[in-house]
């Protein structure tokens, strides 16, 4: 659906950030823009413009930047690890681990390190799913525990927490009693803690602050977008049409919020109109027990996936609940789709500003720029939209790396880097009309999406951190 956008053109102008500060996951409200940070150079690493490298514990959390010091989650044999280093040296300034057994059952492309941490400048907050939040002092001195969980999760949790008026928000959408709740930073008290009847949901949720009225923090769920009070937790506004598992991050750029999910089994032209549960029951349930077990299901009726993907509370049969979301998850549609923030309910009908539903991501969140998305697949596709209409730009392969992506791009400097799984940095030339410039080659495996200040980019790869930049950067 088309809108016009009247004042909201407002986000075409350059989203600023501050040129010291990467405080969490993709920075500065996970925009993944560095607009204040100065040149930076093109071509870089592993052996070429490297102003350091520092050997790190395995782990896929992205890099997170506060005053001197950068901050990383990993996991070495049972502990999980909170890492200090120093942004000019790469001195490893202080290690603090906690013991705890592995609780989740997880993908092979998550990890027990996979959600970054957040820093509000003075402390500095980390998730381990296996065990729970706790947050340091800059300096390492700890400062409080909270245990969570254990959890339900068909590919483990991995959400990263955010941070707004001086809350800890943290959003674990898992397959049962998913929730999001805030917690206090300087105390570590439950401020608000709210249920999600969402499931199979991955993404870090995103803040906005209105001019008017309190700051919200919006989180993607399975087939639903949701604005919450950061105050209180009340439900603000939401969207539906959204995929089943969300793993991208929502991007605020000005008045406006750009989404992107994917799911297999959810591009157009493969939804399934499945019947109501009391339909499927009339037809389907064999033994007149009330539920329903795989081998009573009709062949049209079955998932795409796994069982379990769907027994969301893995007792081998499906209830009304589970059965109403797979049927959700059989209608739902793949896309990327611009949101006009604001408003209060239901504004799927009058905030949707556009949809797009070919040649999407799945892991990788959208860069908004300039009035200009960027969208990278998987294969190694890059794809422009204008923001203002959804209308394609530009799209095509990025020769040279045709791989998988799952780390998100950022831009600085008048350009746009993207990491590729196999460790091939592209950089391309910002714009609509985008070109390649360079790709550099780590060599090892990338996850994490690399932060930026000061003319300097820190990158994740394999068991290392690096920091490259033109030699006269700090």
């Known amino acids: ?3 016009s956008l009247g004042p909201l053109l407002a986000f075409l102008i350059a989203v600023s950030s501050p040129g010291a500060d990467w405080p969490q996951f993709r920075g500065p409200n996970a925009s993944g823009l560095c607009t204040a940070c100065g040149p930076m150079t093109v071509e870089f690493g592993p052996e070429k413009n490297v102003l350091w490298k520092t050997p790190v514990p395995a782990g896929k959390s992205s890099p997170v930047l506060a005053g001197e010091r950068l901050f990383l989650t990993a996991a070495d044999g049972g502990a999980l690890v909170t890492l200090a280093v120093q942004r000019t040296t790469g001195k490893v300034e202080w290690r603090r681990s906690l013991q705890a057994p592995k609780r989740e059952s997880q993908h092979t492309l998550n990890h027990r390190a996979a959600p970054s941490a957040v820093t509000d400048g003075r402390r500095v907050f980390v998730f381990f799913a296996d065990f729970g939040l706790t947050a340091y002092g800059v300096d390492g001195t700890p400062l409080w525990r909270l245990p969570l969980g254990p959890f339900n999760s068909l590919h483990g949790v991995a ?11 943290l959003v674990v959408d898992q397959d049962t009693d998913a929730f999001i709740m805030a917690v206090d930073g300087a105390t570590g008290r439950v401020a608000w803690k709210k249920p999600r009847e969402v499931s199979n949901g991955y993404s870090t949720p995103a803040v906005y602050k209105p001019a008017r009225g309190p700051a919200q923090v919006i989180a993607a769920g399975s087939y639903q977008l949701t604005a919450y009070s950061v105050e209180d937790g009340a439900t603000l506004w939401y969207v539906g049409g959204l995929t089943c598992q969300p793993k991208s991050v929502p991007v605020v750029a000005g008045d406006m919020l750009f989404f992107n999910g994917w799911t297999p089994g959810n591009d157009t032209g493969q939804q399934v109109e499945l019947p109501v549960f009391a339909g499927v029951l009339a037809k389907a349930d064999a033994n007149g027990d009330g539920k329903l077990a795989q081998e009573e299901l009709p062949q049209p009726w079955q ?3 796994t069982w379990k993907a769907i027994d969301l509370d893995r007792d081998g049969f499906l209830n ?6 797979f049927r959700s998850r059989r209608a739902s549609r793949n896309g990327v789709m611009a949101v006009k923030l604001g408003g ?20 990788p969140a959208p860069l908004v720029w300039n009035g200009v998305v960027y969208l990278v697949r998987s294969g190694g596709i890059a794809t422009t939209l204008d923001a203002r209409t959804g209308k394609v730009l530009k799209q095509a392969r990025l020769s040279g790396a045709l791989e998988d992506y799952y780390s998100s791009p950022v831009g600085v400097d008048g350009k746009v880097y993207v990491a590729s799984e196999h460790g091939k940095v592209v950089v391309l030339r910002a714009g609509g009309e985008w070109e390649i410039l360079a790709i550099n080659d780590f060599d090892a495996d990338i996850y994490a999406t690399p932060a930026v200040a000061e003319g300097v980019m820190y990158v994740r790869a394999g068991e290392a951190l690096y920091a490259v930049g033109a030699a006269r950067a700090r």
């Open 1 to 3: 659906m088309r809108s």
């Open 159 to 169: 959400a990263s927490p955010v941070y707004a008026d001086g809350k800890v928000l």
């Open 303 to 305: 998932p795409t996936g």
């Open 320 to 325: 009304e609940r589970e059965w109403t979301l």
């Open 344 to 363: 209060e309910g239901d504004v799927t009908a009058s905030h949707v500003l556009w949809r797009y539903e070919k040649a999407l991501p799945d892991v």
